[in-house]
């Protein structure tokens, strides 16, 4: 069994890791069945109890005591995704150096945005004292993807943890080692914490179906949107609140008064790196046909020397998910097909598990390159009439997850027309490196955010509490003792108060 194949509980006992560029078997790990599943999570209930009890001083204390544990093993964690992701050491190593912020920005601010607010009562409940307080939601179970396999599900982790929670996490099957090595470090750094805190299950989709039941207080997940209903669909059954990160279809824009190079330089990167498998990546481009060929000229030029590999030179790894190479190769050839033209790559570039550089101009907006999500190391360009179309183009996505604008001057003005959860201007994907910003998308992108105080209070229930201070003779609105006097009264100062607006 690898973990290619999708095997349902009670049809197979374990699944094998293997490297994604050499097919080498890396680990067999014990799938865990609908039992286990259940067990994990009676774990961590038992466990919130000391965790939640916690003060946000000494959660930030664990919190800040893993990131160290990590930082320890930095070298290991990276050789590990690079062998079982596939991607560069490199890009391993900034991977975890983005998990690390999450996490201590999390940790440094989990009080400052959860901590107990007052709230002004009104005038009409003068006598009450109003408190806003934040509570943990209990268990929360994190259905990981294998993409960015420490940095993405982190965005729920750390968050969630820093919130007072305790974490099941089932990482994704192609990225099982990287996942149980970011929980057991947790454990290392934390020896004196119970049992259950932070704690991983392993295993396929049917695993995660089972996590889905298994009586946690939220859900989140990231992986496709098809997927994603379906976990929706489970959860509501016991009205169990989700949070989904899913697909993209992102789009840049890149504008007349834009800088030609610097456009290029992001676009290249942003739509190949990671062999594309980004959900926040490049797809697909809008440029004003002003400076459309000095454009594309450039971006051939960057890729022209950009190759996939597994040694030390690569400029990025393997597609990790075998099938996903068959959904390229498709949507390749489907936009040739539908008046697409290759200025570099084609057919021929899908060589097994990598995949070069693919650019794809004015390909039919309804072909499955422009339309779909591609996460493949390929991109499609359009020349466009100016902004406007750029924007109506881009808007027209069932997908708002991420996106870029490139203008030196229209860049926030452009920006504020997209429906999206995230743009970046003058850059592409700056805003998932800043820990303070919310990430997530609107449509078929998902619901929910993760990181920032938005992420925080995902993993958070408000609890509204209102404290009669005293009595107010005559007063009492909500009471049968209710005199016409008090009545009267009101249907004097109601006018008063809110009466006077023109």
Same mark, same amino acid.
């Given at each position: 069994?690898?973990?290619?194949?999708?095997?349902?509980?009670?049809?197979?006992?374990?699944?094998? *890791?293997?490297?994604?560029?050499t097919?080498?078997?890396l680990?067999?790990?014990?799938?865990?069945?609908?039992?286990? &599943?259940?067990?994990?999570?009676?774990k961590?209930?038992?466990?919130?109890?000391?965790?939640?009890? =916690?003060?946000?001083?000494? $959660?930030?204390?664990?919190? =800040?005591?893993w990131?160290?544990?990590?930082?320890?093993k930095?070298?290991?964690l990276?050789?590990?995704?690079?062998?079982?992701?596939?991607?560069?050491?490199?890009?391993?190593?900034?991977?975890?150096?983005?998990?690390?912020?999450?996490?201590?920005?999390?940790?440094?601010?989990?009080?400052?945005?959860?901590?107990?607010?007052?709230?002004?009562?009104?005038?009409?409940?003068?006598?009450?004292?109003?408190?806003?307080?934040?509570?943990? &939601?209990?268990v929360?179970?994190?259905?990981?993807?294998?993409?960015?396999?420490?940095?993405?599900?982190?965005?729920?982790?750390?968050?969630?943890?820093?919130?007072?929670?305790?974490?099941?996490?089932?990482p994704?099957?192609?990225?099982?080692?990287?996942?149980?090595?970011? #929980?057991?470090?947790?454990?290392?750094?934390?020896?004196?914490?119970?049992?259950?805190?932070?704690?991983?299950?392993?295993?396929?989709?049917?695993?995660?179906?089972?996590?889905?039941?298994?009586?946690?207080?939220?859900?989140?997940?990231?992986?496709?949107?098809?997927?994603?209903?379906?976990?929706?669909?489970?959860?509501?059954?016991?009205?169990?609140?989700?949070?989904?990160?899913?697909?993209?279809? !992102?789009?840049?824009?890149v504008?007349a008064?834009?800088?030609?190079?610097?456009?290029a330089?992001?676009?290249?990167?942003?739509?190949?790196s990671?062999?594309?498998?980004?959900?926040a990546?490049?797809?697909?481009?809008? &440029?004003?046909?002003?400076?459309?060929?000095?454009?594309?000229?450039?971006?051939?030029?960057?890729?022209?020397?950009?190759?996939?590999?597994?040694?030390?030179?690569?400029?990025?790894?393997?597609?990790?998910?075998?099938?996903?190479?068959?959904?390229? $190769? $498709?949507?390749?050839?489907?936009?040739?097909?539908?008046?697409?033209?290759? &200025?570099?790559?084609?057919?021929?570039?899908?060589?097994?598990?990598?995949?070069?550089?693919?650019?794809i101009?004015?390909?039919?907006e309804?072909? !499955?390159?422009?339309?779909?999500?591609?996460?493949?190391?390929?991109?499609?360009?359009?020349?466009?009439?100016?902004?406007?179309e750029?924007?109506?183009?881009?808007?027209?996505?069932?997908?708002?997850?991420?996106? #870029?604008?490139?203008?030196?001057?229209?860049?926030?003005e452009?920006?504020?027309?997209?429906?999206?959860?995230?743009?970046?201007?003058? *850059?592409?994907?700056?805003? #998932?490196?800043? *820990?303070?910003?919310?990430?997530?998308?609107?449509? !078929?992108?998902?619901?929910?955010?993760?990181?920032?105080?938005?992420?925080?209070?995902?993993?958070?229930?408000?609890?509204?509490?209102?404290?009669?201070?005293?009595?107010?003779?005559?007063m009492?609105?909500? *009471?049968?003792? $209710?005199?016409?006097?008090?009545?009267?009264?009101?249907?004097?100062?109601?006018?008063?108060?809110?009466?006077?607006?023109?």
């Open positions: 069994m690898t973990a290619t194949e999708t095997a349902p509980l009670g049809q197979a006992d374990t699944l094998t *890791s293997v490297n994604p560029a097919g080498e078997t680990a067999t790990y014990q799938i865990d069945d609908e039992t286990a &599943v259940r067990v994990a999570v009676a961590a209930r038992a466990a919130a109890a000391t965790w939640g009890a =916690l003060t946000y001083a000494e $959660r930030k204390k664990h919190l =800040l005591r990131g160290s544990k990590l930082v320890a930095s070298d290991e990276s050789e590990l995704i690079h062998a079982e992701n596939g991607k560069p050491l490199d890009d391993a190593f900034l991977e975890l150096m983005l998990a690390l912020e999450h996490i201590k920005w999390a940790a440094a601010n989990a009080e400052k945005v959860l901590k107990p607010k007052k709230v002004a009562p009104g005038a009409f409940m003068a006598n009450f004292a109003a408190h806003l307080e934040y509570r943990p &939601v209990g929360v179970g994190v259905i990981g993807p294998w993409n960015y396999p420490i940095y993405t599900p982190n965005g729920s982790i750390a968050y969630a943890l820093a919130a007072g929670n305790t974490v099941v996490f089932k994704s099957e192609f990225s099982t080692g990287i996942g149980n090595f970011f #929980a057991a470090a947790f454990a290392e750094a934390n020896p004196e914490l119970p049992d259950g805190v932070f704690v991983t299950i392993n295993g396929f989709g049917a695993t995660g179906a089972a996590l889905v039941q298994a009586g946690v207080d939220k859900i989140a997940f990231t992986g496709s949107t098809a997927t994603g209903k379906k976990i929706m669909a489970a959860a509501a059954e016991r009205l169990t609140p989700v949070l989904l990160e899913c697909g993209g279809k !992102d789009a840049v824009i504008a008064d834009a800088d030609i190079k610097a456009a330089d992001a676009v290249a990167w942003g739509a190949t990671n062999s594309g498998q980004t959900c990546g490049v797809e697909r481009v809008y &440029v004003d046909k002003s400076i459309a060929d000095q454009f594309v000229t450039e971006v051939k030029r960057i890729l022209t020397d950009i190759k996939p590999g597994s040694g030390a030179k690569a400029s990025y790894g393997p597609m990790t998910m075998p099938s996903q190479i068959d959904i390229v $190769r $498709r949507h390749i050839d489907d936009a040739l097909k539908n008046g697409g033209t290759a &200025v570099l790559g084609g057919p021929e570039s899908v060589k097994g598990p990598f995949i070069e550089p693919v650019v101009v004015d390909a039919d309804s072909s !499955d390159a422009v339309a779909e999500e591609t996460f493949g190391p390929t991109v499609t360009i359009r020349t466009v009439n100016g902004v406007d750029a924007v109506e183009l881009a808007n027209k996505s069932k997908y708002g997850l991420g996106s #870029a604008v490139y203008s030196k001057k229209q860049g926030m452009i920006a504020r027309r997209l429906h999206v959860g995230c743009t970046s201007v003058n *850059s592409v994907l700056s805003y #998932a490196a800043i *820990s303070g910003l919310p990430f997530g998308g609107v449509g !078929d992108s998902g619901i929910g955010r993760i990181h920032g105080a938005p992420g925080l209070l995902e993993f958070s229930r408000p609890h509204s509490i209102a404290v009669q201070r005293f009595t107010i003779p005559g009492a609105l909500l *009471s049968y003792s $209710r005199t016409d006097r008090t009545m009267g009264l009101l249907r004097k100062l109601v006018p008063l108060i809110h009466g006077r607006a023109k």
